[in-house]
Structure formats: C-alpha cells, structure tokens
C-alpha cells in the first residue's frame, strides 16, 4: 500500500487540486492519504475535513517540515511513504508508475519529474549535492536558470544524488532505518541531508522521469521568512556535509554570491563615486569610499536600524562639510546615499521592489512640479550653474525616496520619534559645552579655533556670540530642530513603563525648551508656537501644553538675552530688515519667471545674473528667506499649484487621523505644521537635517497607514465617527 503524506500550512488554495490529482491518480491502487496541518492559521483543516478521500488528519503546532513529515509516516500502514507538497498535482498514471519504479528491490528513494507551472523542468534536479563550490556557482550568470540536464528528454529511470522533498517517495523500511528526517532542519535542506544518509547506508536513489509532478509552488509564508529558514538550514547541512572553512566562508558571502548583479551594481557606483571624490578630495577620497561601502553592506542587513543611524547623523550637523561641484555635502548627505542604496538592496533582496516602486509613483506631484522649470533653465544657464542646479535637484529627489523606503520597511513612529528625542537631548548637551568653551561663532581670527573652524566647517558663517548653536553652527535652523522635537513629543502618549515614561517626557521638554530659548532663535519660537496652537486643538493632554507654555513665558521673562530680542520693532531690527529685502528679490525673481519658475535650484545663479551675490556657494542671500517665496521663485505658478495640491491632500489624510486620536498622526502633522511655519522665516524648506527628520517620520506614519485604493479596506482614521463608536 502507498501512504501519501501531505504537510500543510496556510494551504487552503492549493490542497483541493492536490488531493484530486491523487484520488484520480490511484484509483485502482490501494493507498491511504495522510494530512498533517503544521499550524495553519486559515482554512487549511476545514478544507481538509471536508474532503473525504483524506483517511487521516493531524494537526500539530508549526513545528517545520521535517518534524510534521515524520509524525505523519508515524501514522502510515503503507510499504511506501509518498511525501507530496500540498502545492503539487500529480499526472495521470502516476501511482502505477511509482509502483514500477520500485519494481527493483535495489531502489530505495524515487523522485518524479517536477514541472513548474509553465511545463518546464524545475531547478535543482539531477544536480550533486551542495557544497561551496556549487552554491557559488549556481548563482553565476553563466550557470542558467533550468537544471544541468535536459531530463524531459530522458525517458527512463536513472540514478541522481538527491531527489527534491517536494515529491520523494521511499520504502518504509529504509525510512525507518536511517530514521528519517532530521527535525533540526525547520524547512528545506531536510531532504537533501536525508538522501545523502541513504545513500551512505547502500541504497540507491533514482529519478523516473515518467513520474510527472507538476509543482505550482504556492506561498505559505512571508519570503523573509522563507529566506531565513534556507539560510539557517543551509548552513546547518554544511555543518554536517561540509568543513569549517565552507561554512564561515559562507555567511562571509552568501549575500554576495547571491545578488551578484547588485553588488555589480553596487561596485559601478562606488567606482564612480570614488573617482568623483579623488578629484574633489584626493586625502580623503579612500576613506569615504570605504565608509560608503561599510554604510551600505550594513544597511542592507539591518535596514532599519540603518535609518535611526541615519538620525544619528544629525549631531555632526555642519561641523563637517565635504566640497563638491559648487556645493556642501555634510555628514547626513553622503549617508544618506549610502543608506538608500543599501536599503534599495535590502527591498530587491526581500522581493518587494514591485511595491516599493508603486509607493514611489505615488510621489510623482513633486516630479511634475520641478521639472518644467529645471528643463526650461538649461536653455539659459551656463554649464557650471546648470551642474550646481543637477547636484540640488538630484539630493533633493534623493530625499524624497525617504518616504516610500521608510514606508516599506515599516519602521514604527514611536521609534523615530524617541530617536529625535534622543538626538535633541544630545544636541542640548552638545550646545552646553559650545557655550562653555566656544560661545563666540566663528571663533576669533587667527586662532586655533578659528583654524579648526574654518578646516571642517568651511567657512562662511554669520557671526553668533553667546547663542546656543552646538554643531549646527546656525541657531536659528537648530531652533527649528528643538521645535519639530518638542511638537513631535508633546503629540505622543507617553505611557509608564516605557522610554517615554511621563516624567522623562516633562524632563525632556523642559531641557530641550530651555536650548531652544538659548538658541535666541524668535523664528524658532514662533514656529513651535504654531505647532502648539494645533495641538491645543487636537491633543487631549491640554495640561503638558499648559505647563511648556508658562515655561516658555518664564524663560521670556526671566532671560535677559531672550528678553532683550523681544521688544525690537520691525522698522528697527536689522535681521527683520534683511529678511524683508531677500523675500523682495525673491519676488522680483517671481515677476521674472511667473509661469515655471527659475528652475530648482537655480535661483542662486539668478541671483548672481542679478548682482545680489558674488559666489553662489555661500549661504546668505544665496536663498530667500521665505520658503513660499522660494518655491515660487524656482517652480512658479505651475509647481506652487501642483505641490500645494499635493500637500492638500497628504495634510486631509493627517488631519482626518488626528481628529480620530492616532497620536503617530499627530506627531507628524505638528512637526509638519512648525516645518512650514519655519520655513516661512527662513530658508529651511529643502534644509537637509530638518527635511531628513520630518521624512523618516512621514515614512513610518505612512508604512503602517495605507494608502487605500479600489477595492481596499480605508485605514481607521477615514472610516466614519459612527463606525468607530
């Protein structure tokens, strides 16, 4: 008698068309069909239990493959055990013919002709048993993608070193004398580490073509999941098969060898990058090119933690500054590139390109507004400005891929958020000691300050004395910072327990409140005031904001540094004055351009065209100082109107959640609310360490709030009042 034994999870899909292929197949047979359900969590054993061909069924905890398959041969009668894949369907005859296969009592293992659903021989048939060399070389070019012989052209049994588990059959008596499969072994690898033993105990293992097995391979869990199951698994068989040598050599390159075309890939651009910056920093240029590769191998392992590093980039904010083509390239830029590349490697190696790419389409708004204007400036711009303008618009697409690769990673708010809490605090700390030991920026001329200052951080900065500017080196865009921090926290629901107890909330606000009132930065305080404004409307915890507004009034009041900025009149104030006059050049640049802009970012060059400015790589006046100003200047009519559409309706999806009490959603619109108003006083709106943070955030908001489309279920925050009461 012949006992098939299914192992199932998660195969409602697929068992009925297996279970048919076999009561069709041995119908003149005596046999007996045993299902073991491996922890399914759909309608695997209901559809199993209304089947009636099934004489047996277990249901055990998903205790992998190898384990399942040997409590289900504990229950066989049968002189042959059948084991099948729930995702296969056997040819007609196909029972009869197994039975001639056996016919030589020499025979002990039998594997069918497995066929994919196209009809074409699977891979990994007729081929040895794995080993280093053959691992490596599989994932070559050259090695193909069907097995090494043309098996469907053979048209009788022969002997192979392994057959797939997928469809093996075996006497009992040799199952049970090499005591069958290992359990270590949770998936795969169980039936090649299985052969081999039968092989060394004198049996033979042959492959009959004429047993056709058509194996639709259905997916009963996550590809992750799968991915890690057959590398652990795949290094176990070594441990037995292979040598210490093979198997460290193998987790040193098992991503290398195989994802060869990325790691191709990945070499073209560093070679690329590592030319670039011989020319523009030959000292330095091995050094970064190391560094990028470091960032990007780790980024493609762990992802995630990746992107927090990402924010930890954000202390060196413009201590370090690397020239490049007309513009400055601080620490955040050059990891950030290597942290998107190592996270597009990530995504390919998961299988989810294809919907990381529709997460990126949904960013096309922001393409169609720059475009027009960056195309139209090449007509007039010279090659040198038309470089520089490349260089801003690539590093601000770049940033915008924040959004769908954070989303697909799934990484959770309250992680970015505690991580910008963090960085805050650390930066207050890093303000103490500037204060302490450099109040005057930059440091007096000649000195050895002065020397430091001027090697790392470029030069070229507004004088600051007694303002609290830590690495940033400009306290306004630093009080910005602070802002979007303490919105960010004051939005959360701190819970006991947790990092973000209630009493290390409050301490948090206070000490960040207190930088942000060192800082002098009025820009700063008139932002974070936007931001509580919203949260007075939608936060339920009224009494936290109570308290960091008196604390705000306090410091006010009672810091004479503080206090003597505040009664300045607009007429009066210098700094006020110089921003009225650049937001009025960017007008005039607007009545130049109205329809498409002076491209992004080519309103420097403007500028020069102009005579504002000399040297277009300086900070002042190189940008005006209002954000819509800005936009309009370099995208016009056409971009403000296609970007404030968008924006409108990203903000209804914040809002609509805010209203409904999601905290994470709250965190967001109030960093995005204080990002705005800021930028409204400055030229913050592409500023890169304030852009970085308010992405990552959007990102995770986004990755566990769906965009919905037809057909899809709306996320709780867009289903009715009533449907949530």
């Known amino acids: 008698m012949i006992s098939f034994i299914i192992v199932t999870h998660n195969s409602e899909r697929e068992i009925y068309s297996c279970l048919e292929s076999i009561r069709k197949s041995a119908r003149d047979e005596t046999a007996e069909v045993i299902v073991v359900d491996a922890g399914s969590t759909d309608e695997t054993a209901f559809a199993v239990s209304t089947y009636p061909f099934v004489h047996e069924r277990l249901t055990l905890r998903n205790v992998g493959f190898a384990a399942a398959a040997n409590a289900g041969a504990a229950r066989a009668r049968g002189d042959l055990l059948f084991f099948l894949n729930p995702d296969t369907t056997l040819g007609q005859g196909a029972v009869g013919q197994l039975r001639q296969s056996f016919s030589s009592p020499r025979v002990s293992v039998v594997g069918g002709l497995l066929l994919g659903g196209n009809g074409a021989p699977e891979r990994w048939q007729n081929v040895p048993f794995p080993s280093l060399r053959t691992i490596f070389s599989h994932h070559l070019p050259w090695s193909g993608r069907h097995t090494p012989r043309q098996v469907s052209d053979v048209s009788h049994p022969y002997s192979v070193p392994w057959v797939s ?54 997916r009963s869990a996550d590809a992750a999941v799968r991915q890690r199951a057959y590398d652990r698994s795949q290094s176990l068989y070594l441990s037995v098969a292979g040598s210490l040598i093979e198997r460290i050599v193998l987790r040193a390159l098992r991503g290398a060898y195989r994802h060869w075309r990325y790691v191709l890939l990945l070499a073209m651009i560093v070679g690329v990058a590592t030319i670039i910056a011989r020319e523009v920093i030959p000292p330095l240029f091995l050094l970064f090119a190391a560094t990028g590769i470091v960032l990007t191998a780790l980024t493609a392992r762990f992802p995630r933690f990746a992107w927090i590093g990402l924010l930890a980039t954000l202390l060196l904010g413009q201590s370090v500054r690397v020239p490049l083509g007309g513009i400055f390239l601080t620490g955040t830029d050059g990891a950030l590139l290597a942290v998107l590349l190592g996270t597009f490697l990530s995504i390919m190696r998961q299988g989810r390109l294809r919907s990381f790419a529709r997460r990126t389409l949904r960013g096309w708004w922001v393409v169609a507004a720059l475009a027009p204007g960056i195309l139209l400036a090449f007509e007039r711009l010279p090659a040198e400005d038309l470089l520089r303008m490349g260089l801003y618009a690539a590093r601000l697409l770049l940033m915008l891929l924040i959004v769908p690769m954070v989303a697909e990673l799934g990484l959770p708010v309250s992680r970015v958020r505690q991580a910008l809490i963090g960085i805050a605090l650390l930066l207050v700390g890093l303000g103490g000691l500037q204060l302490m030991l450099a109040p005057a920026i930059p440091p007096p001329v000649g000195s050895l300050g002065d020397t430091i200052f001027f090697r790392f951080s470029g030069g070229g900065w507004d004088p600051h004395r007694f303002r609290l500017v830590a690495t940033w080196l400009d306290p306004n865009f630093l009080g910005g910072f602070f802002s979007m921090a303490l919105a960010g926290l004051l939005a959360a629901n701190p819970r006991r327990g947790k990092f973000l107890s209630p009493l290390f909330a409050l301490v948090s606000v206070l000490l960040v409140l207190s930088a942000l009132g060192l800082t002098q930065s009025r820009s700063a305080v008139l932002s974070l005031g936007s931001g509580l404004a919203l949260l007075l409307f939608f936060s339920p915890a009224r009494r936290r904001l109570a308290i960091v507004v008196t604390a705000g009034i306090l410091l006010a009041l009672f810091v004479p540094s503080i206090r003597q900025r505040i009664p300045l009149s607009l007429a009066g104030d210098p700094t006020v004055r110089l921003r009225l006059q650049s937001v009025a050049e960017g007008v005039y640049h607007v009545t130049r351009f109205p329809f498409f802009g002076v491209g992004y970012n080519a309103y420097p060059a403007e500028q020069e065209i102009i005579g504002v400015i000399r040297d277009a790589v300086v900070h002042s006046r190189a940008g005006s100082d209002n954000g819509l100003v800005t936009i309009m200047a370099t995208t016009g009519a056409w971009g403000v109107t296609v970007l404030g559409i968008g924006l409108l309706f990203l903000s209804r999806r914040l809002l609509a959640a805010a209203r409904y009490g999601e905290s994470d959603a709250l965190s967001v619109l109030s960093m995005f609310v204080v990002f705005l108003a800021h930028a409204q006083f400055l030229h913050s709106v592409t500023y890169v360490h304030l852009l970085v943070p308010l992405l990552i955030t959007l990102g995770a908001w986004i990755g566990t709030n769906r965009y919905p489309s037809s057909g899809e279920t709306r996320t709780i925050a867009e289903r009715p009042r009533e449907a949530r009461a």
């Open 165 to 218: 588990g997928g469809a093996l059959a075996v006497r009992r008596s040799v199952f049970d004398g090499v005591g069958g499969f290992r359990e270590r072994y949770f998936l795969y690898f169980e039936d090649v580490e299985f052969c081999r033993r039968v092989r060394e105990s004198g049996g033979l293992i042959v492959s009959d073509p004429r047993l056709h097995v058509v194996h639709e391979r259905g």
